[in-house]
């Protein structure tokens, strides 16, 4: 594909108020031709295959469960998953969201440790069922990278086919991705003035490696930040990495686009 790539995105805010298409023509006048959005619960996996069918070529689609979405009824979620990827309509990209988040857990200690129970097991099965199927895997890390790994370790699963995304950690962290075969991917959090340390990740990682992402509505880069993000956006965070990697915005773009590719197909 000649142009960028949204590795992660999420268009249900988008759909739900008929604004897809507006949404798409927008990121392909910025220069921004195809998009990732990425499930997260079953509620809206059926409307993802639904936007990757109506936009072909621009649109695909990623099947998972979140690790906020979790709760005591995970089991059955991850059961649809399985069942939905094997039910003969068109395939997700790749398994995931899924994986763990300290940041969202209740005040209640008690609460919070039952949560983090269920979100270990149901990203454990995940990646049971990723690797069944063979899906590259989208994981969510909010303060628990250490422990992501180690679940991820244990699982068998094939550490080239995962990327942690909208990665907020530092170098080191980055080193014990790359060490195992695995990768991150950057949100507009790179342009923002006090992610130093997310800058040197993605130096650590390499322009070779390197995949960009809204994360929309969420996370708009600078000049944007705090208004609601968007795919077309995504062009100020390919500009600052540019600027970070010292080549040109058009290398930057054949680079991180190819990466895309590798990882999830062909667009």
Known sequence: MNALIDTHTHLEVFARRGETAVRLER?????????????????????????????????????GLHPCNVDENWEAALDALEAFWTDGGEKPAAIGEMGLDRFHLPADAAAAERLMV????????????????????????????????????????????????????????????????????????????????????ALEQGLDRLMIETDAPWLAPVPLRGKENEPAFLRHTAEAAARLFNVPLAELQARTTAAAESFFGAW
Not at 32 to 45: A, H, I, Y
Not at 123 to 146: D, M, N, Q, T, Y
Not at 155 to 167: E, K, M
Not at 183 to 191: D, E, I, P, Q, Y
């Open 118 to 201: 269920f979100q270990k097991a149901a990203f454990a099965e995940g990646l049971r069922v990723a690797k069944s199927v063979g899906a590259p895997i989208i994981v969510h890390s909010r303060k628990a990278f250490a422990e992501c790994v180690e679940i991820i370790d244990k699982s068998g699963a094939d550490w080239g086919r995962v990327v942690f995304h909208c990665f907020s950690e530092g170098p080191a962290e980055l080193r014990e991705l790359a060490r195992r075969g695995g990768r991150a991917s950057f949100t507009g959090v790179l342009t923002y003035k006090n992610a130093e340390s997310v800058r040197a990740a």
């Open 27 to 63: 990121a392909r006048e910025a220069g921004v031709g195809g998009v990732l959005t990425v499930g997260t619960s079953p509620e809206d996996w059926e409307l993802y295959r639904g936007l990757a069918k109506e936009h072909p070529g621009i649109v695909r689609y990623s099947a």
